[in-house]
T-cell receptor
């Protein structure tokens, strides 16, 4: 299956600081999806990127898809305590979801 | 609207006991269905996926099996649980709009 690596594994930030998680693949991705999993909860779909160089925003969240479609990033501006959780990227390929390893975000008030 | 139900929410089972986790989807037909396992603080491991009734693909050889006796029902089973089967089990279906995954609430299984 597809191998999608995600970094960092853990990130602690002070409330108000920015946060970025990166998703990388050695092969070209057909698409990239991002999910958020709150502590104790289940992953929830955030967004899908399909086009090379695509950038989408959701309030303080900015999602980017690399020009070569081999990487993607999720950037959160001015983190809030409600942003805590694990963020996963995933590629949908052949009826399967290939999830990244996830980045666990802790926001310190 | 489509919804996914997964139960039970938590489960404590002794080693060697059987397991049956059930997942049902409402509001859609012929969905692609998935079972994932998430160990504590870890990522999502795909266990099984199904594109139709009695059509199951296994991603990881293990102590578990899956069945899909009805179009919108997906069951995860084990005949004898191991300690290493502990984890957070998530059922999901593939949405038709963005092909995103919709997850159930999950079952937290502890094997003791």
């Amino acid at each position: 299956g597809q191998q999608v690596m995600q970094i960092p594994q853990y990130q602690h930030v002070q409330e108000g600081e920015d946060f970025t998680t990166y998703c990388n693949s050695s092969t070209t991705l057909s698409n990239i999806q991002w999910y958020k999993q709150r502590p104790g909860g289940h992953p929830v779909f955030l967004i899908q990127l399909v086009k090379s160089g695509e950038v989408k925003k959701q309030k303080r969240l900015t999602f980017q898809f690399g020009e070569a479609k081999k990487n993607s990033s999720l950037h959160i501006t001015a983190t809030q305590t409600t942003d805590v959780g694990t963020y996963f990227c995933a590629e949908v390929y052949g009826n399967q979801f290939y999830f990244g390893t996830g980045t666990s975000l802790t926001v310190i008030p | 609207s489509q919804t996914i139900h997964q139960w039970p929410a938590t489960l404590v089972q002794p080693v060697g006991s059987p397991l049956s986790l059930e997942c049902t989807v409402e509001g859609t037909s012929n969905p692609n269905l998935y079972w994932y396992r998430q160990a504590a603080g870890r990522g999502l491991q795909l266990l099984f996926y199904s594109i139709g009734i009695d059509q199951i693909s296994s991603e990881v050889p293990q102590n578990l099996s899956a069945s899909r006796p009805q179009d919108r029902q997906f069951i995860l089973s084990s005949k004898k649980l191991l300690l290493s089967d502990s984890g957070f089990y998530l059922c999901a279906w593939e949405g038709t709009l963005n092909t995103e995954a919709f997850f159930g609430q999950g079952t937290r299984l502890t094997v003791v």
